[in-house]
């Protein structure tokens, strides 16, 4: 069986993304910031060099299918919702600022990134790593061989780069999950994950077509 090609992209940026406020499974809508983002990713993904893509998907958070309705119409195929793509949910912390709740926690002894770390109303580390994995190991198996486009969270890229890297969740990840980045990867169908091109944004130096034409 072939391997499955993921586009895997990060949603635009929000008003809480610049303000580092924990989102969550909070809907929290794109930013004007943010929709041009995906207008840039747009252009780029129309492109001489861009695949065929066989299917869109997204999380079912508007942030993220927003992001791909603006960057995949010309493609014209139906965007995806699937609640299995959304972010960590992070229970009673989702809406706090992130700087002042780390150091709060820290003060407390609990520790987010710790993957046993329970989460009251959420999901631990680990469980959400989990949920992941097998939401991407099940779309490779839907979608043999084929090349598909996925927007999600920065922390769903971030349980994709450890597991196509073959990295441990307690590995410390030194660089940011840009908005609107994209990251590639493989799954076989064995389930073996093969990492690509990663954190990919020099689509985001080009200005929007709309934009160019409103200046």
């Known amino acids: 069986m072939n391997p499955t ?50 299917a869109v998907l997204s999380s079912d958070l508007s942030r993220a299918a927003e992001t791909a309705q603006l960057a995949t ?20 912390y989702q809406g706090l600022d992130w700087t002042a709740l780390t150091e709060g926690l820290a003060a407390q002894g609990v520790n987010l990134r710790d993957p046993a770390q329970l989460v009251q109303d959420g999901e631990s580390f680990q469980q959400f790593a989990d949920r992941i ?10 979608y043999p061989g084929q ?17 196509a890297a073959g990295l441990e969740l ?29 954190n990919q944004v020099g689509h985001l130096d080009t200005p929007a077509l709309d934009d160019v034409m409103h200046t």
Request: proline fraction near 4%; charged fraction near 25%; charge should be neutral.
């Open 147 to 163: 090349n598909l486009l996925v927007f999600a969270h920065g922390g769903v890229v971030d349980i994709a780069w450890r597991k």
């Open 73 to 92: 119409a010309h493609l014209g195929l139906p965007v995806i919702t699937l609640e299995q793509l959304r972010e960590r949910n992070y229970g009673i």
């Open 133 to 142: 994995t097998a939401a991407f190991e099940a779309l490779a198996r839907e």
């Open 170 to 198: 307690t590995v410390k990840r030194e660089d940011p999950i840009l908005n609107a980045s994209i990251n590639v990867f493989d799954i076989s169908g064995e389930g073996e994950w093969r990492i690509g091109a990663w």
């Open 5 to 54: 090609h993921f586009w895997l992209i990060r949603h635009g940026e929000t008003e809480w993304n610049a303000g580092r406020r924990l989102q969550g499974w909070l809907d929290i809508p794109l930013s004007e910031t943010g929709r041009r983002q995906a207008r840039q990713l747009a252009q780029h993904l129309q492109g001489p060099d861009m695949p065929t893509f066989q």
